[in-house]
């Protein structure tokens, strides 16, 4: 997946520059994917309200307010830091799955690229069967940063 070329052929487009320029604070902030068969996001910020661009057609959906908690702030995507490539990171997900968390099975994958606590992050979360999330946070360097394996609903 070559995420540069995305955000250059959104970045170049009509639809984006119109929408610009009534976003001049706006920042880039995250890549945005539900599995691997539905179309990419680009998410842009100003840190309080966020647009999603939707590509193959290019489409934009504002927010009037980010869905976050009030302690996290949104910080800008370096997209040249982006060294990990996308199969690799899904190796590693699904390596950790087999070796941890091997009785659980993924339906649905939610894959976010972003920058947590000033590092470029894939920010993963696997929806199981069992009604339960695995998160998992992977840097760069193709280090596991945490996971986490919490029931949706208490038994």
Known sequence: MHFKLLIQELESSDEYKIWKENHQNYFLAHIFNVDQGSSWQIGYSD????????????????????????????????????????EKAMELFDGLLKEKYAQEQIFKKIIIIQNVDNKEVYNITGLTHTFKTLNVKIDMQGNILEDSLVALMEQ
Request: aromatic fraction near 8%; charged fraction near 30%.
């Open 47 to 86: 840190g309080e309200k966020a647009s999603t661009f939707t590509l193959n057609p290019i489409s934009v959906e504002d927010s009037d307010e980010l869905n976050k908690r009030p302690d996290v702030k949104v910080l800008p995507f370096d997209i040249d830091k982006l060294t990990l490539t996308y």
